[in-house]
């Protein structure tokens, strides 16, 4: 949520996520996001989870 707006590197959540010395299938964060999608979908969110190809995910509000 803090970097609502900016585009939030793949390596940078992998990091977050699990450390540096951790192995990760190379689905997890797909996964991870896949089901954050459907949770806030659930939940009424006014948020969305884009995905930049290459890059990792971005953060946006919903338009009214």
Known sequence: M??????VPKAVIEEKLYGIDDELES???PVHVHHLRRGLADAGGTVQIHTVRGVGYLLTE???
């Open 2 to 7: 803090r970097r609502l707006g900016r585009v």
């Open 62 to 64: 919903l338009k009214a």
């Open 27 to 29: 689905n997890a964060i």
